[in-house]
């Protein structure tokens, strides 16, 4: 869903989406997100086609090198590849990792990005070029903020006025070209970034710490392993915080942020403060005893990689022919006519579009603009949804996916593949 407006650019030229509705300017002018992601996006699109495999690829593809990367930054800084792997391999196991690398989201590409002027920072020395590559995470991702100013600290601690504010500059390179689009339209940027940022912000004190917990306690409820690693290295880190505090920073600093700013429930926000915590781990682990790293800290990964990873691809196998979108969607080819506006869940985008239509996710059901109207009857905000009475049922797609019996005790079933059709009863279909 979030590139349509990739998909749109590479086939028809328009930097817009239509799955906000004709509101803000979005049909016409992007300014939802930062610009690189979809840019990146439509240029794979041009070239290998549109498809849920060009979707998702890059994505892992961007995930792949961040790790790489994170696994190079350690061992230039320690030369020990164990702490290397051990970090790396907290990383490929996080199910937050894991299920943004598969999303076709903008999360990994910045992270790619931020390790990369870390890297250039941290063992090439090179500030402008580091800000450089901040900077272009900046413009994928907007949390980036949060690691820049991280970053904006520890220089200044560490290496003093000028430096910082060569790196500063660096990174205000790549903001000059969205700067320039901005300007084109500062109405739709008011109206579609500014407003979807206020909407993200949430400030306070007391709930917002109690909300962040809820987020690590909801992100990690399948790996609880992970911040368990994190809590013994912290702790360990902060018996000697000098040493440390350029990671302590790293880490710090986003989490403050995202604790009393950041709005609860939404986003991937704990993968930011976790840079900076892995690498903290690499320097830490280097310190721990190699007992203490094969008896304790390797089974820990292994199981939880098991947990993850391997409870992932069991599920993933088990509900090989359930989770086929082909499958899902190739009832809607005989629903949607080419150029059809269609009203539904994100879920549905990429079975709309393989059938030639357009999807709107937001704002009401509107007879004159939309033929069809998709539905899952279980969503969590069905009460919200009005079909007016123009529409009639036309049939069910999809099915509930059952879980195997191995899941029973968390859920058995996932109605999210199951979907309602309704056209305008005028229709003949």
């Known amino acids: 869903m979030l590139c349509d407006v990739a998909k749109n650019f590479a086939f028809e030229g328009r930097f817009g989406t239509d799955v906000f509705g004709n509101v803000s300017g979005f049909p016409h002018a992007y300014y939802w997100q930062p610009p690189l992601y979809p840019l990146i996006m439509a240029g794979v699109y041009r070239v290998a086609g549109f498809g849920m495999l060009q979707t998702r690829i890059p994505g ?78 900046g413009i994928t991702h907007p949390i980036v903020i949060e690691v820049f100013l991280a970053i904006v600290l520890l220089i200044f601690i560490k290496e003093g006025f ?99 700013l950041m709005v609860k429930g939404m986003g991937y926000y704990t993968l930011y403060p976790e840079l900076g915590c892995l690498l903290l781990t690499g320097f830490v682990v280097k310190e721990w005893n190699r007992k203490i790293i094969k008896r304790a800290v390797l089974p820990m990964l292994i199981l939880t990689g098991l947990l993850t990873i391997g409870s992932r691809l069991y599920i993933t196998i088990s509900q090989w022919h359930e989770r086929d979108y082909t499958l899902i969607f190739s009832e809607l080819k005989d629903i949607i006519k080419l150029g059809d506006y269609v009203w539904g869940p994100g879920e549905a985008w990429y079975g709309v579009i393989e059938a030639g239509g357009r999807l709107q996710i937001t704002g009401d059901i509107d007879p004159e603009r939309h033929r069809v109207v998709i539905v899952n009857p279980w969503a969590y905000d069905i009460e919200d949804v009005y079909i007016p009475p123009e529409y009639r049922f036309v049939r069910r797609i999809g099915s509930p996916i059952q879980y195997p019996r191995l899941y029973l005790i968390l859920n058995p079933e996932n109605r999210m593949y199951l979907m309602d059709v309704y056209t305008l009863s005028r229709d003949g279909v």
């Open 60 to 137: 892992l593809i961007f995930g792949a090198m961040a790790i790489f990367l994170l696994m190079l930054l350690i061992y230039r800084l320690t030369g020990d590849m164990s702490s290397a792997f051990v970090a790396g391999s907290i990383l490929l196991i996080d199910p937050v990792f894991i299920q943004t690398s598969r999303a076709g989201r903008m999360d990994t590409l910045a992270i790619m990005l931020i390790l990369l002027g870390l890297y250039m920072f941290i063992v090439k020395k090179k500030d402008f070029v580091s800000g450089v590559f901040i900077g272009l995470a």
């Open 162 to 260: 000028v430096k910082t504010v060569r790196f500063i500059s660096g990174a205000f390179i790549p903001l000059i070209p969205w700067i320039i689009y901005i300007l084109i339209h500062p109405d739709y940027f008011s109206s579609q970034f500014l407003m979807h940022g206020i909407y993200h912000i949430k400030a306070g004190f007391f709930s917002s710490i109690v909300g962040e917990l809820k987020r690590y306690i909801h992100a990690y409820r399948y790996a609880p392993l992970i911040p368990l690693i994190f809590l013994m290295v912290i702790i360990t880190a902060l018996k000697n915080p000098l040493k440390y505090l350029s990671y302590i920073i790293l880490f710090s600093i986003p989490l403050i942020f995202n604790t009393f």
